[in-house]
């Protein structure tokens, strides 16, 4: 939409939904996802390369130290770790959050709505969103079955890649030895990055029951929700 964006990420970033990822350009250098590239950076300061070039630049950061040297108009918290690992209302002149775990007027100005639903996307002027349920949302009615999940701790290792076609039983990889067999028939819409260190039950990969391939590999109605939500967060604020 013409704004200058900055994607701050962890060194071994936990994206499912790699195909649709900027994430991935920690591993490989650059990444695209319709059209739009980013770039891995090293320092604030390469930051107005990738910028001139309409790209987005994207710099290892955990602690999101970068905002106290460029000192953003707006921070987005899209961690999605359903709940606040540290961002506060003071980050920028504009702070919004994504899903449970924040407060509006306490913890930042807006929060979006992630839970699947009536309410999803919404930009929230007052409160919180809603709670974190701990059951997926579902796509055409499968819910937790559809979600793979670490069988133990250790460094995930993949048997198929985003894209293939599985039925029930299917083993699509494994932690340590113990293989992740999938519940359900479908296309892998998602599944993490080999080699990534992983703990026991978090979420590795999703199974589109619908068996539609190209979804794997363009942005979802729920990615597109709550970005939406917060581009209206961004022009109310400064919009006029």
Excluded at 122 to 128: E, N, V, Y
Aim: hydrophobic fraction near 40%.
């Amino acid at each position: 939409c013409g704004f200058r964006v900055l994607i701050t990420e962890i060194p071994e970033p936990l994206s499912v939904r790699r195909k649709v990822s900027f994430s991935e350009a920690v591993f490989d250098g650059s990444a695209e996802v319709e059209g739009v590239k980013a770039v891995l950076v090293d320092s604030p300061r390469e930051v107005s390369g990738p910028w001139e070039r309409g790209g987005i630049p994207v710099l290892v950061d955990p602690e999101c130290r970068t905002r106290e040297v460029l000192r953003p108009e707006v921070v987005v918290d899209a961690i999605i770790a359903k709940r606040n690992l540290g961002t506060t209302i003071h980050d920028a002149p504009l702070v919004i959050a994504l899903g449970p775990g924040f407060e509006v007027g306490k913890d930042a100005h807006f929060v979006v709505e992630t839970n699947r639903g009536h309410r999803l996307g919404r930009l929230l002027a007052s409160g919180s969103a809603e709670p974190n349920t701990g059951v997926p949302g579902p796509v055409k009615g499968i819910t937790t079955d559809r979600v793979l999940r670490a069988p133990s701790d250790g460094v995930w290792e993949n048997s198929v890649d985003i894209g293939a076609m599985v039925k029930p039983g299917d083993q699509v990889g494994a932690v340590a030895g113990k293989a992740a067999h999938a519940k359900i028939g479908g296309v892998i819409r998602g599944l993490i990055r080999a080699g990534v260190r992983v703990t026991e039950g978090l979420k590795i990969g999703d199974i589109d029951p619908g068996g539609n391939v190209t979804d794997c590999f363009t942005v979802s109605d729920k990615a597109l929700a709550i970005a939406g939500g917060v581009l209206e967060g961004i022009m109310r604020r400064y919009g006029r």
